[in-house]
């Protein structure tokens, strides 16, 4: 059962009305599609999903509510090649949805027994099989320090490097037994030292942080006037990604904000909305929005 982070927050700031016209990034199993879909009885709701899985269960869900929709099986890179209109209100959340961790053959999860797999997109060729097994060992490291921001990359990559000289390496405990053994026994008992390594593999595998950085930059320039976008990330890379972009949109260029008069070519197109986490009884009943933010921008 997935429940969708910051649900209502992430809605309430989109300041949708009967007409709405929106787009949903990551459709997923239609928690956040299905709230949207409600509010705007007359307008219409775009859905991008590259999980054919995903797409069935939301379809059956979206149809119980009306027909205003169209769901698009194609990564949200996509989103201005697939829709050519302004919009209303873009939403992404980047969360990897419950049941995509819970399915233990999708490879995502570092506590399930399950082929070395991890693709959004199930029809794409590259898979964390490869990238264990074929990535030379500093582009592995690489990797593991950019995407995971993991301080023991090095030993864990050398470590992966040693055990698929004796046979590859084919599935995911496997994979998580290797990690535990390359780093030293006192960080084990913090959290499970596989959990920065298969982040990082599954956003080398999704391309997720270029994907992302180049989707948002184009669905701001899909905003009508008073538009407004709803980020929801997961972990610092992806926040900061967000984060430097919202900003550099928002703000007056330092070497002009000086000037007496800011001439209007040059004054900010949109507003910071809002920054938040999700509350502390969220956290309780669903630890996986523990490492949550919001962010919230608006077209002026």
Excluded: W
């Amino acid at each position: 059962m997935h429940t969708s982070v910051m649900l209502k927050e992430s809605i309430d700031y989109l300041n949708l009305n009967n007409n709405s016209i929106v787009i949903d990034c990551t459709l997923g199993y239609a928690g956040h599609s299905s709230a949207i879909l409600k509010k705007i009885p007359n307008g219409f709701l775009y859905a991008f999903d590259q999980d054919s899985e995903a797409i069935k269960e939301a379809d059956k869900k979206l149809k119980q509510i009306n027909n205003n929709y169209k769901i698009i099986n194609k990564n949200f890179i996509n989103i201005k090649k697939e829709i050519d209109e302004k919009v209303d209100a873009i939403i992404f959340d980047l969360g990897v949805s419950s049941p995509q961790l819970d399915e233990d053959y999708r490879g995502f999860s570092y506590h399930k027994e399950a082929k070395l797999d991890m693709r959004m997109n199930q029809n794409q060729e590259l898979t964390a099989y490869q990238v264990v097994n074929g990535y030379p060992k500093e582009k592995l490291i690489d990797i593991f320090r950019k995407y995971g921001e993991e301080k023991y990359s090095s030993s864990i990559a050398s470590g992966i490097i040693k055990k698929r000289e004796e046979k590859p390496i084919e599935t995911t405990l496997e994979l998580a037994e290797i990690i535990k053994g390359n780093v030293p026994e006192k960080y084990r008992k913090k959290s499970h030292p596989a959990r920065k390594i298969f982040q990082a593999i599954r956003i080398e595998v999704n391309d997720e942080l270029n994907v992302f950085e180049r989707a948002l930059k184009d669905a701001l320039g899909m905003l009508k006037k008073g538009g407004r976008i709803s980020v929801i990330t997961f972990h610092s890379l992806e926040d900061k990604i967000c984060k430097k972009i919202f900003n550099e949109v928002s703000k007056i260029p330092k070497e002009l904000s000086k000037l007496p008069v800011i001439p209007d070519e040059y004054k900010p197109k949109y507003k910071i909305i809002a920054n938040i986490s999700p509350s502390k009884e969220e956290i309780e009943s669903n630890n996986r929005s523990r490492s949550a933010k919001l962010r919230v921008i608006e077209r002026i």
